[in-house]
């Protein structure tokens, strides 16, 4: 007989149920941790933008708080009432599915300062500019502050260098800027030209600056200035008369030239107060004269003689005559071999004086800054005006026997002057019979039978 003991016996549970019932919890977990898994993922985004940067003056927008702007949600601040121009925290709140969401957004200035470099010259002993005048145009939203990146440059030489200077604004935001410098190293004058022996006739004025010009190798406006205090124009006589230029730099030049004082009609011939200087002049013009006139015959052949050998031997030159009086002029020039128009003319006179033949002293008028001195010699029975003075445009040329309109069609009119001081001249023409430039009188020379008392 089998007896069973009911409580040793065990229960049974088929293993098709447990298959099924795995499968239902597996679904169950599955669904669960993908509904987590999508609940997590939304959370994770909306953190990435619990708190958003914006430039100055941007506009609002959902995007601005989501990588996709997910349907339903509501922003319950009013993004247009936030002011994202002015600096700051604003709070935002924002609703979805029923539950609440906090971002912040912060305007900040993102944009560094902007500006135009200003090109700098200046000279190597001035001081260097400030950065503030290096730019122009700067262009930010906050104050900015301007300064030299690696600190105030320091030049040792002239040159042309880029420099950088820097700007920052107040939120840090900094921008570099290269600014050409010129750095000039000026050691050089300026030059003053046109310089030159002044004559004028006593008791008139004078321009000293007339024709004179400076120029410097940077200073575009040289100053000049004129020290005339040693000059008395009511005094015959000759006096220094200072030209000085200076640039910006400090560089000066200085130039000393005689202004010299005359009468009008003698131009300082005063033959009775220096008797032992004329007759000097005189013994220098004879030797010469027998040189160059030993076989001349004729008035017109002596003067032409004359003329020549001046022009040819005394050579054009500044701050070399003497004006104390004619004789002193001739003397110089006769022993220099050099002088001004002034000499040249005294010259002539010593010759012409000791050849025995009428000769006037002739200055221009009306007065300018250049007074000219050239003879009124009478010749072949008229009044003719001669010049020795070497012109620089044609050096072998020189002024014989002209009438007044030929004369003053020389170089320039320098031969203006007043008719009235002066003997009615010739108004008969012989230049075709005259050839200065080769040294020749032409054998058909109108001669004529004169006695030489002027």
């Known amino acids: 007989m089998r007896r069973t003991d009911d409580r040793n016996r065990k229960t049974y549970i088929s293993p098709l149920f447990i298959t099924v ?23 994770k985004t909306l953190e990435c933008y619990r708190e958003i940067y914006v430039e100055y003056g941007h506009i609002l927008k ?17 993004l247009t009432g936030i002011d994202t121009g002015t600096l700051g925290q604003y709070p935002v709140k924002i609703s979805y599915n029923d539950n609440l969401m906090e971002s912040v957004v912060n305007v900040e200035d993102l944009t560094p300062p902007t500006a135009t470099a200003l090109y700098q010259e200046f000279y190597l002993i001035d001081e260097v500019p400030q950065a503030e005048d290096c730019v122009r145009n700067i262009d930010d939203l906050t104050d900015v502050k301007v300064f030299y990146k690696n600190g105030t440059p320091v030049f040792e030489q002239g040159g042309d260098y880029k420099i950088e200077v820097c700007l920052e604004d107040s939120s840090g935001n900094e921008t570099v800027i290269e600014v050409p410098f010129t750095v000039k190293d000026d050691h050089v004058p300026p ?33 000049l200035t004129v020290d005339s ?30 202004l010299n004082v005359v009468t009008r009609r003698t131009a300082g011939i005063t033959d009775k107060e220096d008797q032992e200087t004329i007759n000097r002049a005189y013994a ?13 015959t004729t008035d017109v052949e002596k003067a032409f003689h004359i003329f020549e050998w001046v022009h040819d031997n005394i050579a054009f030159a500044h701050n070399s005559s003497d004006y104390t009086t004619w004789a002193h002029a001739a003397v110089r020039a006769f022993t220099m ?9 005294a010259c002539c006179k010593a010759l012409l004086d000791y050849a025995k033949i009428d000769n006037i002293c002739v200055t221009t008028y009306p007065v300018s800054w250049r007074v000219h001195y050239w003879c009124l010699v009478y010749l072949n029975g008229a009044w003719y005006h001669c010049d020795a003075q070497r012109y620089t445009w044609d050096w072998k040329f020189f002024d014989f026997m002209e009438t007044d309109e030929e004369v003053k069609r020389v170089y320039n009119s320098i031969h203006r002057f007043d008719k009235t001081l002066y003997p009615e001249t010739s108004t008969e023409s012989v230049k075709k019979y005259i050839d200065t430039r080769n040294r020749k009188i032409s054998p058909k020379f109108p001669y004529k039978e004169v006695t030489n008392d002027g």
């Open 229 to 258: 205090s040693k000059v008395n124009l009511g005094l015959v006589g000759s006096y220094p008369l200072v030209y000085t230029a200076c640039d910006e730099c400090g560089n000066e030049r200085s130039v000393t030239v005689s």
């Open 62 to 78: 959902a995007e601005d708080f989501f990588d996709s702007v997910p349907e339903g949600v509501e922003f319950l601040t009013d």
């Open 284 to 296: 220098m013009a004879e030797e010469i004269y027998n040189e160059i006139c030993k076989d001349d």
């Open 21 to 43: 019932l795995a499968i239902v919890l597996l679904a169950v977990l599955s669904c669960y941790a993908v509904f987590r898994l999508g609940a997590g993922n939304l959370d």
């Open 337 to 345: 071999r050099q002088g001004s128009c002034y000499a040249a003319w």
């Open 191 to 223: 030059v003053i030209s046109g310089i030159h022996d002044i004559n004028v006739i006593m008791g008139d004025s004078v321009s000293y600056r007339s024709g004179i010009t400076v120029k410097d190798n940077y200073d575009p406006n040289p100053t």
